[in-house]
């Protein structure tokens, strides 16, 4: 297993040439299979454009080298039609966000491992905030998408923060009779994460629920009773996704 980050930045030697044909800059994923099909390469002549590197053609993954039987193998980006099609679905995982198919909002992906014999994802590592998430499987990814990951409902439920350990929780707000403001009681880390990153953003887009009603105007300020309404209008990813910061 390998992560992302130890990959990128490696040179590629050509085993049979016994040269260096250029560096890894990025991984390309089949969103599809959810495995990375292409290394593309970033050479000398990289003003005439990125170079691929098939997965299938990397004999090995070392600490300080990538190695392949030869520059043959190196294609011209350009001429890969199928990395064209790739590469519209989004280049790689670092950075997206990932939501559950209830619209849960549960971090962002800051590193993935990826098995070194067919580039299948293993797991991605979350963070919220700057602070370290979770592990998730890929097994729980049930939609690659382009800057998103939608994964299944119960990832968040069985999540554990790898900073204490401690179990997650379905998320029950309990309003305070006493200050109309909502407790978390056994709510998830995620989901008080999620408020956090929501409360007191502007609403960048008017948000209605499928039945028509009137969710969030555009310039709307977040607050607790904003992002239930639109939960419970299943619109919380769509929310998410336009706001900004005040």
Known sequence: MKAMHDVKGLPVICVREGIECGKVRELLINCCEGRIQY?????EEWYLGAK??????VVGIGRHAV????????????QVEEAHELIKHGM???????????GEYMGNVEEYYFDEKDGRIIKCE??????????LNASQIVTYGKGILIVGNGASEVAAD???????????PVENADNG???????SLFE????????GKRVTKRIVSEEGELLASEGDIVTDELIDKVKAGGKLVELTMNIEAV
Do not use: A, C, M, W
């Open 126 to 135: 979350l963070y919220v905030e700057k602070q370290k998430g979770f592990e």
């Open 52 to 57: 691929l590197l098939p997965f299938d053609k």
């Open 67 to 78: 190695i392949t039987e030869s520059h043959e193998n190196i294609l011209p980006f350009s």
């Open 162 to 172: 790898v900073s204490d350990g401690l179990p997650q929780r379905v998320y029950k």
């Open 192 to 199: 008080q994460k999620q408020r956090r990153f929501l409360l």
């Open 92 to 102: 790689g995982l670092t950075g997206v966000k990932v939501y559950t198919q209830k």
């Open 39 to 43: 290394l593309i390469i970033e050479d």
């Open 181 to 187: 403001q909502y407790k978390y009681k056994g709510s």
